[in-house]
Each structure stands twice: as structure tokens, then as C-alpha cells.
């Protein structure tokens, strides 16, 4: 709103200082520091609320040390996230730009579907909360519109990486040339350069591969039809696991704040270097116009995730509920996709990936034994993983540090990728 706001001004009347606006970086900075201070300045007000409605979090007793303590704490706070991003995007970000667009369709279909959760829990009784089967169809609905938005809109489209012949290059490798010029040449001749044509595709990004883009059109012979089925069919898995998956590592207190805050800052990060043909060209990565506009959504949720956890830390002052949870996994699915980086996703969000399986093969060790010996075993003494450590005696603060330093661990290896291939 503010960039289009100034950009009038600047056009129309030359406001000094109103350029400021057109800076991404400018933009981002300041979209940080509005999460922030919502969220801190907000947030109290938003938690007195919430204890006053009686909006308390109901405690299933799991035999876990000081669970009970925490029977009756706000929950629900996502709320308290989503205007922390939301706000800042509207304020700084580009309203005409299709990944911002997204993004936010993104964040409120999944803050929906996570309010009707609690919702339900809270007001309803129900501990359960919504039925599995709506969440999945609410996961599907938005699988279906990320996939057909980056399939056929016309304003998500890559530049691809063309050779510059030889006789093109600024420095000519001449006979007489120093070494360092020869070397020079050298250089700029096997720079990667982006062509002007931009393309639809379906391509995608590999990691710790030299030549790291992939097409999924190739897995269904080029029909762009099917490429397309195939391509919401993905978007449907990402956004359902990562999503899924978030959710199950919000167990205690600060853990997805915590383990959150480096994958978002590495998304963050990604979609600047994407976005921009320089650095893109340099890191030898796939180049995406428009993309870096998302640096501005990244910088507002990394900020409303610090702020959060200004309240969210040990003892928590405020549960994010599914409402938080669900949404934050939503979001960094969608992103990923944004700038095709989902199948680095698996390594960047390896904490939510274990969480999952951590669940997935305890439910299904203790059904193939119950089935095989009559008496169903367990592998773990409690799951998601995060109570296992619970169970075995550390303390839930200690816990929460551990995961959030793997998880920053995680995101610089990611990082890495940019140059290990």
C-alpha cells in the first residue's frame, strides 16, 4: 500500500525522500520492524483478551512433567501471527506483485482452517477439533490453487541460463594477454547469463546437483496438461506434510516458534537471490522475475515469529494453536514453491520431517505388533519425538534450544547448497 502510495507521490509531485519506497531491502527492513513491534505492543492486550473470553488451552494428561501446569494458558495466538504478517505485507510489499498475492490468499486460507480447529476445541469441547477429513480438504482446496497459479499465470515465468559465445566476451583471449587477463576470460566466458525470453515452466530446483534444475513435464513426456495434474498433485503433498508437520512439532513451549525462525529466514533469503539476475547469475541458480518481492512477506513473518516468541518462550504466556501452527507450515509450503525450492524442503525442514515420521512409525510399529504378538509395543516412550526426550527426563527448555540449533544447523546446510554441486 505504502510502496504504491509513494511511488504516486514520487511520479506525480517528486516528494524527496518518497524513493525510498522502490528499495527491497528498505521495505524489508521496515516490514521486520513492524511484526515486531505488533506483535509486542499488541500482543498483551491480544493475550488479556483471550483470558478474560476464558479462550484457555485444555490439557490431556500424558503423565509429562509441569503439562498441567499449562491447563487453562491463552491459546489461539496464531491470531497474534497472522496480523504480524499480514499487516507489514499490506503496508510494504508490492500489492500488485502475484507472489505476494498468493502468499496472503496462502496465510489466511490456512489461519482459517487452523481457527476452525481450535474453535472447535475451545468453544465446542471437542478435543478432537476439526475432523482430519476437513483439514485435508482445505489442504487440497489450496494445493489445487498454488499448482494452477504457477502453471498458468502469465506473471510466474523463469529466464533461463544461455552460453554467451566466446567472441561476445568484453576480455578476448588473445596470445598476448597476462595470465590474470587469460584467466579473466576464462571466467566471464563460463559466467552464467540469462537470456531475455521468459518462459512457463514447470521446472523446479535439485539440490547438491550441478546442473540443479529439474522439469516434472519430463516425468509425463511434455503433456502440459498432465504436467499440471502432476504439479497440483505435488503442491497438495508439500503443503499437506510441511503443514502437518508443523503442527505436530508445536508440543511445547517456543518449539515451532523456535525451530521456525531459521527456515523462514533462509526462505527469506533464497527468494532475494532468486529474484535478483545478479546474484542468481553468480550462484549459477534459477533466476525468477518478481520473486524477490517476497523477501518483504519473509522479513514480516520472521519478524512476527521473534515477537512471538517474546511471549511464547518458557513459561508460555500464549499458545499459537493450530491456528499458528497449521498457518506457519502452510505459508513456508507455498513459499517454497513460490521459488521452486520445495525439494529443498526435506533437508531445511528436517525437524518437522522427523517429528512426522517419528509419529508415523510409532502408530505403525505398535499396530504391526499388536496384530503379530497381540500386545502392541512402542519403540519410543511417547511421540512426536519432542515428548520422547520428555519422557526421558530433560527438561522441555533444554529440549526446545537442542531442536531450534539442529534446526539452524538445517538452514545453513541448506544454504550451502547454493555452492555444494
Known amino acids: 500500500m505504502l510502496y504504491h502510495l509513494f511511488d504516486f507521490l514520487s511520479t506525480k509531485f517528486d516528494l524527496p525522500g518518497s524513493g525510498m519506497m522502490h528499495h527491497l531491502s528498505f521495505r524489508s527492513v521496515m516490514a521486520v520492524i513492524a511484526a515486531l513491534l505488533i506483535v509486542i505492543f499488541f500482543g498483551k492486550s491480544i493475550i488479556?483478551?483471550?483470558?478474560?473470553r476464558q479462550i484457555g488451552e485444555s490439557i490431556r494428561d500424558l503423565?509429562?512433567?509441569?503439562?498441567?501446569?499449562?491447563?487453562?494458558?491463552?491459546?489461539?495466538?496464531?491470531?497474534?501471527?497472522?496480523?504480524?504478517?499480514?499487516?507489514?505485507?499490506?503496508?510494504?510489499?508490492?500489492?500488485?506483485?502475484?507472489?505476494?498475492i498468493l502468499m496472503l490468499v496462502a496465510t489466511l486460507w490456512c489461519g482459517v482452517i487452523g481457527f476452525l480447529d481450535d474453535y472447535i476445541k475451545v468453544f465446542r469441547h471437542n478435543k478432537d477439533g476439526l475432523q482430519g477429513r476437513f483439514k485435508i480438504v482445505g489442504q487440497v482446496g489450496l494445493g489445487l490453487i498454488v499448482g494452477t497459479v504457477m502453471c498458468f499465470s502469465e506473471d510466474i515465468v523463469i529466464r533461463e541460463r544461455v552460453t554467451i559465445p566466446a567472441e561476445q566476451n568484453s576480455i578476448e583471449l588473445q596470445a598476448d594477454n597476462t595470465p590474470q587477463e587469460q584467466a579473466a576470460g576464462e571466467e566471464l566466458k563460463l559466467t552464467p547469463?540469462?537470456?531475455?525470453?521468459?518462459?512457463?515452466?514447470?521446472?523446479?530446483?535439485?539440490?547438491?546437483?550441478?546442473?540443479?534444475?529439474?522439469?516434472?513435464?519430463?516425468?509425463?513426456?511434455?503433456?502440459?496438461?498432465?504436467?499440471?495434474?502432476?504439479?497440483?498433485?505435488?503442491?497438495?503433498?508439500?503443503?499437506?506434510?510441511?503443514?502437518?508437520g508443523a503442527n505436530l512439532t508445536d508440543g511445547?513451549?517456543?518449539?515451532?516458534?523456535?525451530?521456525?525462525i531459521p527456515i523462514v529466514g533462509v526462505l527469506a533469503v533464497l527468494a532475494y537471490l532468486s529474484g535478483n539476475i545478479e546474484y542468481a547469475g553468480y550462484l549459477n541458480i534459477m533466476y525468477i522475475p518478481d520473486s524477490g518481492e517476497l523477501m518483504v512477506f519473509g522479513t514480516a513473518m520472521l519478524g512476527a515469529l521473534i515477537g512471538f516468541l517474546w511471549y511464547n518462550s518458557f513459561p508460555a504466556q500464549i499458545f499459537m494453536g493450530d491456528t499458528g501452527s497449521l498457518t506457519i507450515g502452510g505459508i513456508i509450503a507455498v513459499f517454497a514453491l513460490c521459488i521452486r525450492k520445495e525439494l529443498l524442503l526435506p533437508l531445511l525442514c528436517g525437524v518437522f520431517l522427523v517429528e512426522a515420521l517419528s509419529v508415523m512409525i510409532q502408530v505403525g510399529y505398535f499396530k504391526y505388533t499388536k496384530r503379530k504378538y497381540g500386545e502392541g509395543r512402542r519403540l519410543l516412550k511417547m511421540s512426536p519425538l519432542h515428548h520422547h526426550y520428555q519422557k526421558l527426563g530433560l527438561f522441555e527448555t533444554k529440549i526446545m534450544m537442542r531442536f531450534m540449533i539442529v534446526s539452524i544447523i538445517l538452514a545453513a546446510i541448506t544454504l550451502g547448497t547454493l555452492k555444494i554441486r
Not at 63 to 81: C, Y
Not at 202 to 216: A, G, L, Q, R
Open 48 to 52: 488479556k483478551t483471550l483470558q478474560r
Open 63 to 100: 503423565g509429562l512433567q509441569g503439562q498441567l501446569e499449562k491447563k487453562g494458558t491463552p491459546t489461539m495466538g496464531g491470531i497474534i501471527i497472522i496480523l504480524a504478517i499480514v499487516i507489514p505485507v499490506l503496508l510494504f510489499a508490492r500489492l500488485d506483485n502475484i507472489y505476494t
Open 193 to 244: 547469463q540469462f537470456g531475455e525470453k521468459q518462459m512457463k515452466t514447470t521446472k523446479t530446483t535439485i539440490p547438491f546437483v550441478k546442473d540443479n534444475e529439474f522439469d516434472y513435464s519430463w516425468m509425463v513426456g511434455g503433456n502440459t496438461t498432465l504436467a499440471w495434474v502432476l504439479y497440483v498433485l505435488i503442491a497438495i503433498f508439500i503443503i499437506t506434510a510441511v503443514s502437518n
Open 252 to 260: 511445547l513451549d517456543g518449539l515451532l516458534t523456535g525451530v521456525s
